[in-house]
DNA sequence: TAACTTTACTTGTAAATACAAGTTATATTG
DNA sequence: CAATATAACTTGTATTTACAAGTAAAGTTA
């Protein structure tokens, strides 16, 4: 709980940590975590502070609680978790994904209408827009447009996003930290760019999204429109 | 924070009262709650307590908080809020929706192979199983297959569904409450049955998703599938 | 009057304590 | 040895206290 890297609060410090075992199989589905004030006393910290790391692992699905009985590592979600989680390299892991960028960065206007409303800042400064493929084992799995505003992101038309997470360069770049957001999902038939990019016929049903991201950065918002070929892959969340 | 009825932990009613002051337009979208200090006054506990309450507020989507400023109260969602909640009468709201039921509830065995790994006890008791269709403003929305564990669930095949939330039914006939759940998501052509149900043609696209639904009774879980026409609504979640 | 500083207020993090409710292991009794 | 009771352990709820960090309002100074 020490070092100068390590500002993060000391809850999320444990999180972090127990997340990576339970990740890399110390901890593996039905294994019971150490009890709360094991916890306490390995970490050297008090109990609601544990509580919160665990109950951060159980919102995001990685144990359940039982009162009297302990901590439960649940089983690996399978599929791809983009309905619960912000960002597609999230979901689908590092390994085995490709980036391809079709388009962008380029700063240009928003879509009108657009998939949002938007404020009125966020009208005038406009936005930059990228399209990208992600691909599985190569194998487009999905076709991301996404829209950031234009405010307060020096230079960032002439950065590179092959095979690069937007997320990991919005937070090291811009300390701009994803936090959340909402999403609406439907099935439609592709067609046009949709057919072409993700290698499916005309009339195909694929998975459209349209996503706002939420940051820490006051009143900055960005937005995604995702198609998805689940032909291979479920997508996959918890609620 | 008295009555027989109300046993719920304390910032579970503070949690419910706000909740429904942000439904019911009390508060409205960019309204501050009170702070902090204040609902701990108004309702006589402490701070932890009302955090815990506004916690669950923030996950469930109502505020955002920020330090220093305080909640603000979110824009209400548009959509089906399936993604996020457990039930299909809560993501739809109880007014213009009517169920219909095609079958069901019957005792029978699991489908094989099944949607989810089962346990052994699972398999042994077999399921109760339902079809239901959902409507909104008298045009089907979701086809809903139900399958219940047929364990400790007295006489529930003799039990009308008709309009009726199973969540509901479940909660007061036999204290089971759902406590959230994982899905698997995918879009695909509409066929069979589902065309017939969902009033859609051959080959339009459906969404489709699979869910294993936890309770707070141990390893007791039920499961769904569902089958949605997205035509005029999008399903909608937070993440 | 504008700019700066201070104060008051707000949420974020953390510790310490206490009691309740549920599960499991151990001890006791028949 | 089986059944029951008790103790130990585990998570759930709640209070109290303290300090940190951020926002906004009020006060002071130039």
Redo the contacts between chains.
């Keep these: 709980m020490s070092g100068k890297k390590q500002n993060l609060p000391r809850y999320r410090q444990v999180y972090e940590i127990l997340r990576k075992h339970i990740i890399n199989g110390v901890y593996r589905e039905g294994d019971m975590l150490p009890s709360e004030n094991d916890l306490c006393q390995t970490n050297g910290i008090t109990r ?1 502070t544990v509580r919160l790391a665990l109950d951060q692992l159980v ?1 995001d ?1 990685f144990i ?1 609680k ?1 009162q009297g009985k302990g901590s439960i590592v649940c089983a690996q ?3 791809i978790g983009i ?4 960002g597609t390299t999230t979901a689908i892991g590092k390994e085995n994904l490709k980036t391809k960028i079709l388009e962008g960065p380029v700063i240009r206007k928003w879509d009108d209408p657009f998939i949002f409303p938007l404020s009125d800042v966020e009208k005038e400064s406009g936005c930059i827009y990228m399209e990208r493929v992600r691909l599985v084992n190569n194998k487009p799995l999905f076709y991301d447009i996404t829209f950031l505003p234009n405010i307060n992101l020096p230079r960032f038309t002439s950065r590179t996003f092959e095979n690069r997470s937007l997320f990991d360069i919005l937070r090291r770049s811009y300390q701009i930290k994803v936090i ?10 592709a067609k046009g760019k949709i057919c072409q990019h993700l290698d499916v016929k005309e ?5 459209h999204l ?1 996503r706002k991201i ?1 940051t820490n950065r ?1 009143d900055f918002n960005f937005y995604s429109t995702l198609f ?1 070929n ?2 291979e892959h ?6």
């Excluded at 959340?180 to 038939?189: N, S, T, V, W």
């Excluded at 009339?203 to 998975?207: F, M, N, Q, T």
């Design positions: 609601p919102k699905g359940k039982q979600p399978k599929g309905l619960s989680v912000a959340g957001g909402e999403q609406r999902l439907k099935a439609i038939p009339g195909d049903p694929v998975l349209e939420n006051i998805c689940t032909t479920d997508l996959f969340g918890i609620f």
